[in-house]
C-alpha cells in the first residue's frame, strides 16, 4: 500500500514539474534578455570590485564606532559572517524554485529572478560609483599593511583583469562603500518579504540579515559606515523599482479571485495566457484580487479570503 502512494505521489509531482518547467520556458522566451542582462552586469561589478584592488592602499584601520562596541571574531572565526550570509543565499534561492515542488504556487520563477536581478543591478551601480570614488584602507585582515594579499601587482595581459577567480573575489580589497553581501541579503529578504506567505519565515528573515550585519562588523570585513549605507540606499532602491514595474501575476490559492467573470465567454487558454503575461484587462470585468498592494497575503489571510468566497 505505501509503495503505490509513494508511485502515486512521485508521479503527481512529476506532472506538477513537467506543467511548470513548460510554463517557465515560456516566460523564459518572452523574458531572456533581461535574465542575460542582469547576469552580465553580475560579471561587469565583479570586474570592477576585482578592478578597485588594484588601486587599493593598505593603511592603518579608521576609526569606527561598531570596532569599538563589537567584539572582534578573529581570524579562526571570522567564516561566521560568510555561513550566514551562504545561508540566506542558498534558501532564497531553492524558494524562488519552490513552484516546480510544491501544490501552492505564489510566484513564477521567472518573473521573480526578473525583479530581484533589476534591484541587485540598480544597487550594484551605485555601489561601483561610490567604491571608486574614494578608496579606503581595507579593515579586513588580507587587507592591512603587511598581508600578500593587500595589493595586487600590475597585470601582464588583459586575461588577467577580465578572468575573474574564486580567490580574487575573497581576498578582494578596497570596494568597501557599501557592502556587497548586504545587497544580496536585503534584496533577497524585501523580495521575500513581499511576495513570501509565512509571517514567522519573515521575521526571522529580517533578524537574521540584522545578525549578518553585526557579524560583518565583527568580523572586520566591513566598517560600519558600509553597512549603515547598504541598509538605506537599497531599501531605497528596491522601494523605486517596486513603484516603476509592473506588479507580478498573482498565484495564490484563491485563484478564483483572478479570474475574469465568463459574460464575454472566454476561453481558459486565453485568461492563462494573460496571466502569464500579467495583463490585467478590463478593471470592470475583473473582480478583487487577494493581492493588496503589491504584496501576496500571507497563509493565514488567504483562508479568510477564501471564507468571504463561499459567503458570495
Known amino acids: 500500500m505505501s509503495f503505490y502512494y509513494i508511485g502515486r505521489e512521485a508521479s503527481k509531482l512529476w506532472k506538477r514539474i513537467c506543467a511548470e518547467i513548460t510554463t517557465e520556458i515560456k516566460l523564459l522566451a518572452e523574458n531572456w534578455k533581461y535574465i542575460l ?37 578573529g581570524k579562526d572565526r571570522a567564516y561566521i559572517s560568510e555561513f550566514v550570509f551562504t545561508f540566506v543565499f542558498l534558501s532564497f534561492v531553492l524558494w524562488t524554485f519552490h513552484p ?69 573575489v575573497l581576498f578582494g580589497c578596497g570596494d568597501l562603500i557599501f557592502s556587497s553581501h548586504m545587497i544580496f541579503s ?32 565583527a568580523a572586520r570585513k566591513h566598517y560600519t559606515v558600509d553597512i549603515v549605507v547598504a541598509w538605506y540606499t537599497v531599501n531605497l532602491v528596491v522601494f523605486y523599482i517596486d513603484k516603476k514595474l ?11 479571485f483572478l479570474l475574469p467573470l465568463s459574460k464575454d465567454n472566454k476561453t481558459k487558454e486565453e485568461i492563462n495566457h494573460k496571466l502569464l503575461n500579467g495583463n490585467t484587462g478590463d478593471s470592470a470585468d475583473w473582480r478583487p ?24
Open 246 to 256: 509592473p506588479e507580478l501575476p498573482d498565484r495564490s490559492g484563491a485563484a478564483a
Open 100 to 168: 516546480f515542488i510544491t501544490k501552492s504556487k505564489k510566484i513564477y520563477t521567472v518573473l521573480i529572478w526578473c525583479r530581484v536581478l533589476a534591484c541587485l543591478v540598480a544597487c550594484q551601480i551605485l555601489r561601483i560609483i561610490t567604491f571608486y570614488s574614494t578608496q579606503l584602507p581595507g579593515p579586513n585582515y588580507h587587507c592591512r599593511e603587511g598581508s600578500k594579499f593587500a595589493t595586487l601587482p600590475r597585470p601582464d595581459n588583459i586575461l588577467e583583469v577580465l578572468l575573474i577567480v574564486p580567490r580574487g
Open 37 to 73: 542582462g542582469g547576469l552580465i552586469c553580475q560579471y561587469i561589478h565583479g570586474l570592477a570590485a576585482r578592478g578597485v584592488h588594484y588601486f587599493h592602499q593598505p593603511g592603518p584601520i579608521l576609526q569606527d564606532v561598531g570596532f569599538y562596541l563589537l567584539p572582534e571574531l
Open 186 to 217: 536585503l534584496v533577497f529578504v524585501r523580495t521575500y518579504h513581499k511576495y513570501g506567505t509565512r509571517r514567522i519565515l519573515k521575521q526571522c528573515a529580517w533578524l537574521t540579515v540584522v545578525i549578518q550585519s553585526l557579524l560583518i562588523i
Open 289 to 312: 484580487r487577494t493581492q493588496i498592494n503589491g504584496k501576496i497575503m500571507e497563509e493565514g489571510n488567504i483562508v479568510h479570503v477564501e471564507a468571504m468566497i463561499n459567503g458570495l
